[in-house]
């Protein structure tokens, strides 16, 4: 596989900083991060615990706000955004899939994604959107009859039937094991190339960066480093 040709840029950030104070401490999460997200690209974002990497994700994703700084979705500066304003961008834009898969159990898994649907402007039918991440014939299904591949697989429709512009992952193979979490990963590639969706995983976990256009690492608080992957793996060649 090698790196395609991508959009401009999606996503902007600009001397981020992010201070959470603790009693007479003051924890510095992120410090003067500036970063460009490219329309189309898979990026990794990777570093240990306390990194800074969750909570750039979280405010890329409208879920937290920055302490100074500012975060442009295309022209849009996001800084300023009332809470409403933040809720219309996350339903419109944004796709999230976590650790863990937060599937509602007395549902079905066609259930589960429509649940998305009902608050979307331009919704993927569930059914498609099952297909694409290969459970449709499992739709039907509860969340406790299913593997814990086949319920990330089922957050990832769910997130992806919204049609978003930008799928945020946060550790998403990390209550997977290794050949689970590969699959995962086959399904992100597959919805990136397909879709042309922007793809945004943080992860701890290095090997994941080789299948990426581009790796973030991070280090407290701070972007040590951006790499561009000139020959990018296939998800099935990982090895961790």
Not at 16 to 22: G, V
Not at 61 to 83: M, N, P, Q
Not at 125 to 134: F, Q, S
Not at 176 to 189: I, M, R, Y
């Amino acid at each position: 596989m090698t790196t395609t040709a991508h959009n401009g840029a999606i996503f902007r950030v600009e001397d981020l900083k992010k201070n959470y104070p603790m009693g007479e401490i003051t924890v510095h999460a992120l410090r003067d991060v500036s970063l460009e997200v490219v329309g189309g690209e898979f990026l990794v974002i990777l570093g240990p615990s306390g990194s800074g990497k969750s909570t750039l994700l979280n405010i890329i994703g409208g879920i937290d706000s920055a302490t100074a700084g500012r975060v442009f979705f295309k022209d849009e500066d996001l800084s300023g955004y009332s809470e409403s304003q933040l809720t219309r961008y996350r339903r419109r834009h944004v796709g999230f899939v976590f650790q863990f898969y937060n599937l509602m159990p007395n549902l079905t898994a066609r259930e589960n994604v429509e649940m998305a649907t009902e608050i979307s402007d331009n919704p993927m039918d569930a059914r498609e959107a099952l297909g694409l991440v290969g459970l449709d014939e499992r739709r039907d299904h509860f969340p406790s009859q299913l593997s814990g591949g086949e319920q990330q697989r089922v957050a990832i429709a769910r997130a992806v039937a919204k049609q978003p512009e930008i799928l945020l992952c946060d550790e998403p193979t990390g209550a997977l094991d290794f050949q689970t979490g590969k699959v995962v990963l086959e399904v992100l590639e597959r919805i990136n190339n397909e879709t042309g969706t922007t793809v945004i995983v943080i992860t701890h976990n290095a090997a994941i960066g080789k299948m990426a256009h581009r790796v973030v690492r991070m280090m407290d608080g701070h972007v040590r480093e951006i790499i561009e992957n000139e020959q990018r793996a296939a998800p099935g060649e990982l090895d961790w």
